[in-house]
């Protein structure tokens, strides 16, 4: 076999088995012995953390969440190795006039050449009814990448940094270095999860 192919080839399988060993240690944060109670509870702990974080970064986005309908939060792992990557990871709705926790999975697919690993969090802000609703109850696809330039409302007034992704939702994403001026999340689905919601 020619030498370069072999390399390409060597190159390839070791990407695969990274990418399996990564998603095998991560595709189930929580671990298999944990029960479904302390997996609701690992989540809304999560949840805690990263709008402590968010509030650390933006302190203006909590007025934000105090006017909302609700909002969410996700924590995920992504990676990408080589020619496709991807990601997991798990969240909480909060409805605010109901103060019942929605449990949610989020997967990730990307396609392009790269090799890296990122984590980041999602915070999404509802400001309808019908926009918690439609997210919660219909699963989500993010499809795009989304610039953070659209950050005033209708009348004028301040987003707070934060990004409008559809109609009544805005959205923050903190990265490793803080908030992250231009969000990513091509080709992201948000559902209910199965066995936490029972």
Known sequence: MNPYLRSLLAIAILGFSLNQAA?????????????????????????????????????????LIDKSIG????????????????????????NKSSKKPVYMDMAEVQAGL???????????????????????????????????AAKYDKDGASYQDA????????????????LAAEITGKGTKYYKDSDLNK
Do not use: C, R
């Not at 989540?43 to 805690?48: A, F, Q, V």
């Not at 909002?71 to 990871?89: D, E, P, Q, V, W």
């Open 23 to 63: 998603f095998a240690q991560f595709s189930n944060p929580f671990g298999p012995s944990k029960t479904v109670a302390q997996q609701k509870d690992d989540i809304l702990k999560k949840n805690d953390e990263i709008l402590k974080h968010l509030y650390q970064v933006q302190p203006k986005a909590k007025d």
């Open 71 to 94: 909002y969410a939060t996700f924590s995920n792992f992504g990676m990408k190795i080589l020619i496709a990557g991807g990601g997991t990871g798990t969240g909480v709705v909060i």
């Open 163 to 178: 990004s409008v992704v559809a109609p009544g939702v805005l959205m923050y994403q903190l990265t490793d270095t803080g």
């Open 114 to 148: 790269g090799l890296g690993i990122k984590s980041f969090q999602n915070i999404f802000i509802f400001q309808t009814e019908s926009a918690l609703n439609d997210f919660v109850n219909s699963g989500w696809t993010f499809g795009g990448q989304v610039t953070a």
